[in-house]
T-cell receptor
Framework: AQSVTQPDIHITVSEGASLELRCNYSYGATPYLFWYVQSPGQGLQLLLK??????LVQGIKGFEAEFKRSQSSFNLRKPSVHWSDAAEYFCAVGGTGGYNKLIFGAGTRLAVHP | AAGVIQSPRHLIKEKRETATLKCYPIPRHDTVYWYQQGPGQDPQFLISFYEKMQSDKGSIPDRFSAQQFSDYHSELNMSSLELGDSALYFC??????????????FGDGTRLSIL
């Protein structure tokens, strides 16, 4: 069955510190992987996506993610966190073509201390 | 750039009432998806449409129906509303034609509250 696991429900980091949010997926075919960010009461904004090619993908707001097929992981990273990064982060997997339904992880809520 | 537009942003209904949520996709996008996000939950896929035909169906209750119109906008119709239907309902759109690997772009959602 297709699934996404985000092991960390809450993460707190200090402003300026580095960040890594974990995501593991289970998918029978070639996965299309995404990271979305959601501020309270807001919609989902696409941070980055992986379809194929280079396994290290760059996104908006200084985020990057690395696809590791051997570990079924797609972890999100940022070298220096800003207070405005506080939000909920969702990892999602979709099917071939990118037009299939998305399956989301449970989300990781990020808090940033000044 | 134009984004996905959802209306209304907030909706308050009572049990057993009906509700209609509207979604206007990004111009030239041909595929629309509906998701439901309960409080503190991740978004759950409900249904999708491509070129006005239903393309996939998820955990959508029989009380709900949806369609995509000739101008590609979509409506989610909900009847016999229950307290458990209180949630944030997202619409997303993408371009599928020509094998385009475009990701889904989400609207800001409609927050539905059932009293």
């Amino acid at each position: 069955a297709q699934s996404v696991t985000q092991p960390d429900i809450h993460i707190t980091v200090s402003e300026g510190a580095s960040l890594e949010l974990r995501c593991n997926y289970s998918y029978g075919a070639t996965p299309y992987l995404f990271w979305y960010v959601q501020s309270p009461g807001q919609g989902l904004q696409l941070l980055l996506k992986y379809f194929s090619g280079d396994t290290l993908v760059q996104g908006i707001k200084g985020f990057e993610a690395e696809f590791k097929r051997s570990q079924s992981s797609f972890n999100l990273r940022k070298p220096s966190v800003h207070w405005s990064d506080a939000a909920e982060y969702f990892c999602a997997v979709g099917g071939t073509g990118g037009y299939n339904k998305l399956i989301f992880g449970a989300g990781t809520r990020l808090a940033v201390h000044p | 750039a134009a984004g996905v537009i959802q209306s209304p942003r907030h909706l308050i209904k009572e049990k057993r009432e009906t509700a209609t949520l509207k979604c206007y996709p990004i111009p030239r996008h041909d595929t629309v998806y509906w998701y439901q996000q309960g409080p503190g939950q991740d978004p759950q896929f409900l249904i999708s449409f491509y070129e006005k035909m239903q393309s996939d169906k998820g955990s959508i209750p029989d009380r709900f129906s949806a369609q995509q119109f000739s101008d590609y906008h979509s409506e989610l119709n909900m009847s016999s509303l229950e307290l458990g239907d209180s949630a944030l309902y997202f619409c997303a759109s993408s371009l599928r034609a020509g094998g385009s690997n475009q990701p889904q772009h989400f609207g800001d959602g409609t927050r539905l509250s059932i009293l």
